[in-house]
C-alpha cells in the first residue's frame, strides 16, 4: 500500500468516523500511520494502523476504533513529556 492507497482507505466509507463524529471532523489536526507502516516493515498482508490527535474539546474521550486512536492534543503533549 503507497500513499495514494491510504488515502483512498482514508476516504472510504469504513473511515466515516473521521468525519462524521462529533469530536473529530474538523477537529483533526494530524493523522499518520501507526504499527508495520510507520516502522517500515509493513509486507502485502499488513493492516493499516492509524494514529492521530484532535483539538481539545471538553469531555472528549479517547476515541479508539479497531486499529484507529485519535487522542485530544493536551493528552498526546502530556503523554510524551516524558
Same mark, same amino acid.
Given at each position: ?13 469504513? &473511515?466515516?468516523?473521521?468525519? *462524521?463524529? @462529533?469530536?473529530?471532523?474538523?477537529? /483533526?489536526?494530524?493523522?499518520? =500511520?501507526?504499527?508495520? &507502516?510507520?516502522?517500515?516493515? *509493513?509486507? @502485502?498482508?499488513?493492516?493499516?494502523? /492509524?494514529?492521530?490527535?484532535? =483539538? ?27
Amino acid at each position: 500500500m503507497n500513499i495514494q492507497d491510504i488515502k483512498q482507505k482514508l476516504d472510504s466509507k469504513e &473511515y466515516d468516523f473521521l468525519r *462524521n463524529n @462529533e469530536h473529530l471532523g474538523n477537529n /483533526i489536526i494530524l493523522l499518520t =500511520t501507526g504499527g508495520s &507502516y510507520a516502522y517500515g516493515t *509493513n509486507v @502485502e498482508s499488513s493492516d493499516l494502523d /492509524i494514529r492521530g490527535i484532535a =483539538t481539545d474539546l471538553p469531555n472528549m474521550p479517547n476515541y479508539k476504533k479497531v486499529e484507529e486512536l485519535v487522542i485530544e492534543f493536551n493528552k498526546g503533549v502530556i503523554n510524551n513529556d516524558k
